[in-house]
């Protein structure tokens, strides 16, 4: 668990997170969501003791990073894939890592075959891709088999097929009953991947629900009938707001797919396609950081 009360970080007269309190529950993968510049590294950095908070606290496992003995057992992290000796291979990268915290050798190893760089492991970091580079910085987030994991962007430069190894590694972690917070620009990926979201906009707490939740809130029911007409009356008797669309389907908010159909049933009014239709993870989260964008607009 990660507990974060009262979080506010600033450089000078800028505020880069404001007064964040939120919980990063066990067993499940929390996507960290906002626009570039909205505070994600900078509290994951809080959280790992990189960055010295402004006010306010941050307790990984019940108590402040700094103070965990042998932190990698604890806590996995990848914040910077570039943070590597250039010169080393991979496998004295992950070698000095594990040895600085009395881990096995034999993790090494078992983390290279786990994440696929076993081809390049005796290569020196410095001709990695940023594909294989990502690969690598997740190989050292695992090294110490931790409770807890904090990622920031995990999948950038990955492939297709990376991309859904990454997906799958975190939904098994978070199947185990560890913490699992990781943040993506790739909101159909997170869509997939998250149960749970906190959305930062300027350094402030904008969102922290379920993803289910947060698409539900503008869900709407697509409904085609020969009877249009009528039906529409009914619906807004049942207290709908309806749009008509362009091939004459109605467009229904304000009545889940269930109500919609009860309307068109006990009004005995004939219906050839009934539709819940909600907004994917991109469109909820614009609607939702659109005053940011805005704000961020009218300061420039």
Request: glycine residues 10%; proline residues 4%.
């Amino acid at each position: 668990m990660i507990e974060i009360d009262g979080l506010t970080k600033q450089y000078g007269a800028r505020v880069a997170v404001d007064d964040l309190t939120v919980t990063i529950e066990p067993g499940r993968v929390t996507g960290f969501l906002g626009p570039n510049g909205s505070g994600k590294t900078t509290t994951m950095r809080c959280i790992l003791g990189l960055t010295r908070p402004t006010a306010g606290r941050v307790m990984v496992l019940g108590r402040p990073y700094r103070e965990l003995s042998r932190p990698m057992q604890r806590v996995g992290a990848l914040i910077d894939p570039r943070a590597r000796h250039p010169g080393r291979t991979a496998y004295a990268h992950l070698l000095a890592l594990a040895q600085s915290n009395d881990l096995p050798r034999e993790r090494v190893d078992e983390v290279i075959e786990l994440v696929g760089i076993d081809s390049v492991a005796h290569e020196r970091v410095r001709g990695f891709s940023l594909g294989m580079g990502q690969r690598l910085g997740v190989a050292g987030a695992l090294l110490g088999d931790p409770d807890v994991l904090v990622l920031d962007e995990p999948v950038n430069g990955l492939d297709p097929e990376g991309i859904r190894w990454v997906r799958e590694l975190l939904r098994d972690l978070a199947d185990e009953g560890r913490t699992v917070l990781v943040s993506s620009h790739l909101m159909s990926e997170m869509e997939e991947t998250a149960d749970h979201l906190v959305v930062l906009g300027h350094g402030r707490l904008l969102a922290d629900l379920p993803m289910a939740d947060l698409l539900g809130q503008h869900s709407a029911v697509r409904v085609r009938s020969p009877m249009a007409s009528l039906l529409a009356r009914a619906l807004e008797r049942a207290g709908a707001r309806i749009d008509v669309l362009t091939d004459g389907a109605l467009w229904v908010e304000g009545l889940d797919v269930v109500e919609v159909g009860d309307v068109a049933f006990l009004s005995g009014l004939r219906v050839h396609e009934l539709t819940q239709v909600n907004e994917s993870l991109e469109e909820a989260y614009l609607a939702l950081t659109e005053d940011e964008v805005e704000f961020r607009a009218v300061s420039a």
